[in-house]
């Protein structure tokens, strides 16, 4: 099931998925996290929340339109390749279409360029490095 969760709740997967457990929950907190519309969701089996992704609402360069940042994308191992991450950013699309939203961005691992692919996204940047992660690119999908 997937819900509105808070910027506290995602803090453990974040550090345990996107930092290897090498940070305290605390040093997981993202700028404008708490920000009034900023969203966050998770998708919960059962009582266990699985899946998190964070929305922030941020302009990519020049683009025109309103538009939102997906950061902090995280499936826990044992459920990864179950279709949890798609449904969850596909609910967020939904969504941010209801809003007005013009479009989505990320900082994409490579290695997951191809979730983001399947999802209509589309890459729109050279690749880069980030210190610590490894190469990314930025990749975008148009809601409306
Ligand atoms: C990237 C990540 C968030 C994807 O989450 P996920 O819940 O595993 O995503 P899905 O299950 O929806 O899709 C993952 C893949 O499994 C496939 N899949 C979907 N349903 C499936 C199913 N029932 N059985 C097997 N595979 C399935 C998808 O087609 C997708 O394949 P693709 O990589 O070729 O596109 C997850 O792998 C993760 O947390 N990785 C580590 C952290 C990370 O890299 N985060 C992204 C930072 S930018």
């Known amino acids: 099931m997937i819900k509105f969760i808070t ?10 998925v996107l930092r290897d457990g090498r940070l305290t929950p605390d040093e997981c907190r993202f700028a404008g996290d708490d920000a009034e519309t900023a969203f966050h969701l998770g998708y919960y089996v059962g009582e266990e929340l699985v899946c998190i992704a964070s929305f922030h609402p941020q302009a990519y360069g020049d683009f025109k339109g309103k538009a939102y940042q997906l950061r902090g994308m995280a499936t826990t191992e044992p459920y990864r390749g179950k279709g949890y991450g798609n449904m969850l950013v596909n609910f967020a699309i939904t969504y941010m279409r209801g809003q007005k939203v013009n479009y989505v961005w990320c900082n994409a691992r490579k290695k997951a360029a191809a ?30």
Do not use: C, T, W
């Open 7 to 16: 910027a506290y709740d995602v803090l453990p997967i974040r550090n345990e």
């Open 115 to 144: 979730f983001y692919l399947s999802l209509g996204f589309e890459i729109i940047s050279p690749e880069f490095k980030v210190h610590g992660i490894g190469p990314h690119y930025v990749m975008y999908v148009k809601i409306q």
